[in-house]
C-alpha cells in the first residue's frame, strides 16, 4: 500500500494568533508615508499583513490599528519578518515603550 505524507510548513509562534479582519496602516518616514493595509491575524507578538498593492517595505516601520470598540487608534513598531508579494509578516517591538496614540488625521 502507498501512503501519501503531507510535509506541511510549520511555524513556531511564541504566542497564538487570532484571525481577525481589521483595517490598519502601514507608516514609513516618521508618519509622512502611510498606505492601508488588512490585518488578517494578529497575536501578542506579531501579525500577518496583506497590503492592496506591492511596496517593498522597510525593516522597520509603525502599524497604526483602529480599535472598533472605542474607536481611539493605536501604534505599534514593527520589524518585516517575511513578504511574499501582497502578504507581509511582522513581528511587534515592544522596547518597553507605551503605545503611542496616534491624531485622527492619520487614521
Known sequence: MIQNHSFEHRVERRAPRQRTLKAGRIAINELTSTFEVLIRDMSQTGARLVMSDVYLLPEYFDLI???PNTGRRSRT???LVWQKALVVGVKFIRDDL?????PDHLG
Open 98 to 102: 507605551p503605545v503611542k496614540l496616534v
Open 65 to 67: 490599528v483602529l480599535n
Open 77 to 79: 513598531h514593527c520589524q
